[in-house]
């Protein structure tokens, strides 16, 4: 076998690899032989057919399979034996395949970078830290309670924070873009979730109003036909309702499992479920100081192909949700959005791998089956989280991929030079904001 290699740009290789026609005719041969002896052949006794039968029957279809074998050794022997690292999968093109030819072909792939990590003490990087206090137990009994409230009718205008109940139609010119008349919408007045403007419109409005007005949509109003547009809306209020926040009783605390309803065995639970998201929040932002200071330290040149697919596998998602609620993509336009996080992720990857391999980690069961319990402690029947977890190597990978990380956080923390960094708990953790609202023309649907 001869191999030429050309570097092509810095991470760029063209690999030319010929093989001679007399080794690929020795495989050829080889199988014909061990074929003739279990194949049948009208006319002939099992393992008594002519060697010129088998070879007309069965040698072109033979002689592909063996340079298809081929290709793939030759080329893993090839960069073997010239130390290279290939990233993802070269692209093949044959010169010659001929019978009597030989085989010669050209291999282009890019490789992985060959760099030395910047010495962890070189880095700086932040720690963070928090606490829970009263107050935020406060605000999460509060919040506890809005999530418990329920919806009365009033005979009053709606003003903001009520809910008004209504029947609506959007036009765009004659055609009606919501699919006709939406009812029994509920609308809560302050929250945002219909496009700018609307909500306004409902302010004052009484049970029995009929309000028509037109509104511009947003340049950016997703999935659907009306972005940038001024539709023409039809809105008859069928009631308004306040809320009805529930007392902080013991009923109220009793349907938390709290069986005997003390208010402050209440609060202590919260504190402590509090406590436990802080310190996951924690953790997870000081882990994103670490991969910050790494990535800004490591600048390396990535190479192409895995960077795309990194960028396919962040897209999968958005394509998934487009052909699920049948709208259009912009794929371009979040390539462009997505590609600095796809070349962050790989590049830190790169990083990683370096460093696990400098500094001999190896992933320690003992804070693997910590994370897996921890994963699972939210969960009614955490044991079977626990097993369901360690049923499945793929799934109990990567659990053992964060575990790894973790580990190398620990690593860089001990020999970087930190600061620490203090934030208020409502800065580390805001509440989630509510689901979106599909857009107006989904919602009759």
């Known amino acids: 076998m001869q191999v030429s290699l050309e570097t092509t740009s810095e991470l760029s290789r063209k690999m030319t690899i010929q093989v001679p026609e007399e080794h690929i005719q020795e495989r050829v041969d080889s199988r014909l032989k061990a074929l003739s ?212 009783d013991a009923e109220f605390i009793q349907s938390f499992g709290i069986e005997d309803g003390d208010l402050e065995r209440f609060r202590a639970d919260i504190r402590s479920n509090l406590e436990r998201e802080m310190q996951r929040a924690l953790r997870a932002k000081t882990k994103a100081s670490v991969m910050d200071a790494l990535y800004a330290a490591n600048p390396i040149a990535l190479p192409g192909t895995l960077v795309e697919d990194e960028l396919d596998s962040l897209l999968a998602p958005y394509r998934e949700a487009a052909r699920t609620n049948q709208q259009p993509l912009d794929e371009a336009k979040l390539k462009q959005r997505l590609e600095p996080v796809a070349r962050r992720r790989v590049a830190l990857a790169l990083v990683l791998g370096k460093l696990i391999d400098a500094h001999g980690l190896v992933v320690n069961p003992e804070r693997v089956r910590a994370t897996v319990e921890e994963l699972a402690a939210s969960y009614e029947d955490s044991e079977a989280v626990v097993r369901w977890y360690y049923a499945a190597k793929e799934r109990l990978r990567e659990v053992e991929n964060l575990t790894m990380e973790d580990q190398i956080v620990d690593l860089v923390l001990e020999k970087a030079t930190t600061s620490e960094e203090h934030l208020q708990f409502r800065e580390l953790l805001q509440p989630a904001t509510d689901n979106p609202q599909p857009p107006l023309e989904a919602q009759s649907k």
């Open 37 to 248: 002896q279990r194949v049948r052949v009208d006319g002939f006794r099992p393992g008594k057919v002519p060697p010129g039968v088998i070879r007309k029957r069965y040698g072109q279809q033979v002689r592909e399979e063996v340079l298809a074998e081929l290709i793939q050794t030759s080329f893993q022997e090839a960069v073997r034996d010239s130390k290279l690292r290939p990233a993802g999968v070269p692209q093949i093109q044959a010169r010659k395949m001929g019978e009597g030819e030989g085989l010669e072909y050209e291999a282009n792939f890019e490789v992985l970078p060959d760099f030395v990590p910047m010495p962890l003490e070189t880095l700086a990087v932040k720690r963070y830290v928090s606490e829970v206090t009263e107050e935020d137990v406060d605000a999460m009994v509060q919040r506890l309670r809005e999530q418990r409230k329920t919806w009365r009718a009033v005979a009053r205008p709606a003003g903001r924070g009520d809910r008004a109940v209504v029947a609506f139609e959007g036009w765009d010119g004659e055609q009606s873009f919501t699919g006709g008349r939406v009812n029994e919408f509920p609308v809560i007045i302050g929250s945002g979730m219909m496009i700018p403007g609307f909500e306004d419109r409902l302010v004052g409005a009484e049970a029995g109003a009929r309000l028509e007005f037109e509104l511009a949509f947003p340049a950016d109003y997703p999935g659907g036909k009306m972005a940038g547009k001024t539709g023409r809306f039809q809105v008859e209020v069928l009631r308004v309702e306040e809320s009805v926040v529930p007392e902080l």
